[in-house]
């Protein structure tokens, strides 16, 4: 405790600096599906790395935003990986923010901006821990080291061929990824894995232009051809039917049922946020915990055909779309779920169905909950935090965790500052002060036990 | 043939006159969709028809846009009523018509504007018809009737309450439609009967707002629930799955397929037109005439949920909604298609799916092709245009002609000044200035022979 009272007294001294810095990086906009001020972000978080010690570079890809890398520290001792993001989440609707997104104010304990919890506020805490650490405790023994991607939001379409060009400058022995935070609880969550996706668009084809709906009888009706071909897809009981679907995907071993079983049931509380009398299935406890963490979904994000204005008009529509997502789970892959969505139309006869992959997928991937570096965060988290941490095997979301786990070998867990209102992609993004400084002691702690 | 000559000699006489009050009805916009210049048009109607001799008046309608009524000649002769309406189908998309859509004009032989084939042309060609008659044979020894109503075009809402409320004045022997006109080869087609309609939205709701896809394992997702309720629907072979649907379908009689034998195959034209290779389930020849005039439909007139803008985005919809319109035929009934529509969501566990009438319904009607009045008008149609008329049972469209023939007690036969590129509803809209002079010889030869 006496160690915990020491690093919070330098934190304290130097908040004013961080609370400076952080102000700076969220000032600068950097929206990835705009293309908005990628490249002065990363100027921007280059220099600021180097002020807190760290040898840090922008390097450039082609077609995309540019990467930022930087090390600090003697790799002979170790190294551990930071993975971070600069770019955020479009700010619309901007009618529905108290103080403009990029533009950040400090409110009754609360920092808001766009991308103050997705994740530039995480990147502070990494840089002011190691100002933390070697201000107590001088140089770092072991080597730290950062990547903050710039396309973390549009679905990281550069990542798995940049991991592999430049393996040996990531190479580490454990990772600690962008995002995370303490549940309603107060716990602290750990992540150790990432869904994959593939998401495709659909479309179906008639007459060359929309028809009188008199001529139903005899005029082919896309949408009734895309209601047809998606009823193929999923059943009822909300099982996917595609020959194959689940054929490489892993139950939870009694581990991870064993994790699971700890998750405390927040269900009321999504209920009530989603406005649900019940869930899909009408699932419960640990049945929904359980498919919400290891089960592959195939969802439609959209659908569109003919008039959808007021009133009616007899109209017989000329094309019909759908934009489908598949959450994937290990070791499912994007490109061979692909091959069997194809063969599955080609099967049932929909193989006029014109297909298009709307992005490149994303591989799910996970570390095991019994690595030792799991161990180690789970162990330092329930100090700092001094609750006990809850382990979550997978998130349903998805995130670029393969090629670090599966190209560079890497444990991953994902830690951060966030909270459960921290309102991450929407309007008021905010983090609370409170949890940037555990945020910070939480590293500190993390660096001092690392080797 | 020395009738016909003094008749054509008697329309050229006045033919400027003819289509110059042809040029005052089309130069009044009357869009019932936008209640548009509809009581103007009933106005400047009236007063047409009084110069022609026809005792005209003008029926208020609460809620509605005005009934023209109008009589002429010797009610104990007989009496044959003319069905017209003076409301025309909005002239957009504005920048597809080679002249503004209000300011007729004749170019090449044909006389431009919307609503001159749907359907002043053959308000006026019944007018100009009645002058002729009395130039050449005195006053009428039966009566003529008009009724012509301002909201066809969007689905006639107030016709069944007026006919049964105006049984007594709209009394008659028979009744001769709005429209029709020659086949690609020429041929006079003539038309006994219309489809009738029921016309619904569909609506499924989830949670309360659009949610993130990552959630599709266990939040409900409204597209899916539509999909799965429309594909219990209908079929891939497209049969209409809902119990008793085809109950109350008449088959077509011997006499009916006589007809259908004798309608000349314009598929190819229409494939064309449509830039289609097949017709739906590979249709063709006399069942392809006997499915599009004698089958109901189940159509998705517009279906919309989600994201449906560019790239991809990870949405689990909060919403989802579909159009569907059914084309009845005799004797289905639009309220009781709805009732067997809920009770089969019921059955099929959709209860949760809100339904809701978009407009009015309206019910198939049919004048069986062996009545006499039929006989006559065909004679009279094949000595006027010295070819054999085409008998359409019914059409795959739908217009108010139930009360006529059922609470009126009419055989109704539809006959006009059309072709097949009139355009009637698309830009540019026109008549030929020749099927005028021969719609016109067309209904005198017609009030010749009426008794």
């Not at 929206?31 to 921007?44: N, T, Y």
């Not at 061979?336 to 992005?359: C, N, P, R, Y």
Request: charged share 25%.
């Amino acid at each position: 405790m006496k160690e915990r009272e020491r690093i919070l007294v330098d934190i304290a001294k130097n908040e004013a600096r961080y609370l400076r810095d952080l102000k700076a990086l969220l000032h600068q906009p950097s929206v990835s599906a705009q293309r908005l001020g990628l490249e002065e972000m990363a100027g921007l978080l280059v220099r600021m790395m180097r002020k807190y010690g760290v040898k840090a570079r922008s390097i450039p890809v082609k077609g995309g935003a540019p990467m930022v890398y930087g090390e600090i520290g003697n790799p002979n001792g170790g190294i551990l990986l930071f993975y971070n993001h600069y770019d955020v989440q479009p700010p619309e609707p901007l009618e529905l923010w108290k103080t403009p997104p990029f533009e950040p104010e400090i409110r009754g304990g609360k920092i808001y901006a766009r991308g103050v919890a997705d994740n530039k506020g995480n990147i502070l805490i990494r840089l002011a821990a190691l100002q933390v650490y070697q201000d107590l405790y001088g140089s770092l023994p072991f080597q730290v080291k950062f990547l903050v991607e710039g396309e973390e939001e549009i679905g990281s379409p550069h990542m798995i061929e940049f991991v592999e060009s430049y393996k040996d400058l990531l190479r580490a022995d454990a990772c600690i990824w962008e995002s995370g935070g303490v549940n309603f609880a107060g716990q602290p969550v750990l992540t150790m894995g990432c869904k994959g996706i593939l998401y495709v668009e659909l479309m179906a084809r008639g007459a060359r232009r929309d028809a009188h709906s008199a001529g139903a009888t005899h005029i082919p009706n896309p949408a009734w051809r895309l209601v047809h071909a998606l009823a193929t897809l999923k059943n009822e009981q909300e099982q996917i039917l595609i020959d194959g679907f689940y054929d490489d995907v892993l139950p939870p071993s009694a581990e991870d049922m064993r994790a699971l079983k700890k998750i405390p049931p927040e269900e009321n509380k999504i209920k009530k946020s989603l406005g649900l009398k019940e869930f899909l299935l009408n699932l419960k406890g640990l049945k929904l915990k359980k498919r919400a963490l290891f089960e592959p979904t195939c969802n439609i994000c959209g659908m569109i055909s003919g008039y959808t204005g007021p009133g009616g008009k007899t109209v017989l529509p000329s094309s019909a779309r759908v934009k489908l997502d598949f959450r994937l789970v290990p070791n499912q892959k994007p490109e061979d779920i692909l091959k069997k969505l194809k063969a599955h139309f080609q099967k049932h006869g929909f193989g006029d169905v014109v297909m298009s992959t709307v992005e490149q997928g994303e591989y799910p991937a996970r570390t095991p909950l019994g690595h030792p570096f799991v161990r180690l965060v789970q162990e330092v988290a329930e100090e700092v935090y001094q609750k006990e941490a809850v382990l979550e095997p997978m998130t349903g979301g998805t995130g670029p965790m393969h090629p670090f786990i599966h190209t560079l070998g890497l444990p991953v867990v994902s830690v951060g500052a966030g909270y459960p209102d921290c309102r991450a992609h929407a309007p008021n993004e905010n983090l609370r002060l409170s949890d940037i400084r555990k945020g910070i002691l939480f590293i500190v702690t993390l660096l001092r036990n690392f080797r």
